[in-house]
């Protein structure tokens, strides 16, 4: 018997409480750094796990983190639950239709109660087997468009990891080294009067 078969026989036994968390943050979009429900909803299901919390990571109110298991290497497995603009989506409908302003019609709400029920499997397995080790799962906010892991990384909230785990909803199952390029975002704020010079550009800039 592979390791893995006894992973996907206690996965399963923690199937309907996950899913209920994803349907739960699914049904509360919240938007970078406003995920004051679904962190919340995270914390609820950590406490329920038995996980040694802490709260306001890196001064975020809405970054948690809770950890199981003892001694031996340090393992972070990251989720997120942030919603997306222009992204709202009726469950269990393979066509457009959008609902609300916000939304997870591209799989954000499973990214935080998938990775905390792999966290979960893996503890229980550990402590199964007798093994030394400790599980962390990170809530981060602002998955996209916020960097919020930049400022838990500046907090120094992974200096003691020996391995971070993430993943994405996608079309097949894999595992893959993503490279990307480093960005700096800035925010810009206009003041004055709307116009839409293209149209007519004879009275762009008229007070």
């Given at each position: 018997?592979?390791?893995?078969?006894?992973?996907?026989?206690?996965?399963?036994?923690h199937r309907e409480a996950f899913t209920g968390l994803a349907d739960r943050v699914f049904e509360t979009p919240e938007v970078a750094y406003t995920e004051h429900e679904s962190c919340a909803a995270h914390a609820e299901m950590l406490e329920a796990t038995g996980?040694?919390?802490?709260?306001?990571?890196?001064?975020?109110?809405?970054?948690?983190?809770?950890?199981?298991?003892?001694?031996?290497?340090?393992?972070?497995?990251?989720?997120?639950?942030?919603?997306?603009?222009?992204?709202?989506?009726?469950?269990?409908?393979?066509?457009?239709?959008?609902?609300?302003?916000?939304?997870?019609?591209?799989?954000?709400?499973?990214?935080?109660?998938?990775?905390?029920?792999?966290?979960?499997?893996?503890?229980?397995?550990?402590?199964?087997?007798?093994?030394?080790?400790?599980?962390?799962?990170?809530?981060?906010?602002?998955?996209?468009?916020?960097?919020?892991?930049?400022?838990?990384?500046?907090?120094?909230?992974?200096?003691?990891?020996?391995?971070?785990?993430?993943?994405?909803?996608?079309?097949?199952?894999?595992?893959?080294?993503?490279?990307?390029?480093?960005?700096?975002?800035?925010?810009?704020?206009?003041?004055?009067?709307?116009?839409?010079?293209?149209?007519?550009?004879?009275?762009?800039?008229?007070?």
């Open positions: 018997m592979k390791n893995s078969d006894r992973l996907w026989d206690i996965v399963e036994t996980a040694r919390i802490t709260r306001d990571l890196a001064g975020i109110p809405t970054a948690v983190m809770g950890e199981w298991g003892a001694g031996g290497p340090v393992i972070a497995i990251l989720g997120e639950y942030d919603a997306l603009p222009e992204l709202g989506q009726e469950p269990g409908v393979a066509e457009e239709r959008p609902v609300g302003r916000f939304g997870h019609g591209c799989g954000h709400n499973l990214l935080g109660s998938a990775a905390l029920m792999a966290a979960v499997a893996l503890c229980d397995w550990l402590a199964e087997k007798g093994l030394p080790g400790r599980f962390r799962c990170y809530g981060c906010p602002a998955e996209e468009g916020g960097a919020a892991k930049t400022f838990m990384v500046r907090a120094g909230l992974f200096d003691d990891v020996d391995a971070a785990i993430s993943w994405h909803p996608a079309d097949h199952t894999g595992v893959f080294e993503a490279n990307s390029l480093a960005n700096t975002r800035i925010d810009f704020t206009f003041h004055g009067r709307a116009a839409h010079a293209a149209g007519s550009p004879e009275f762009a800039g008229r007070r």
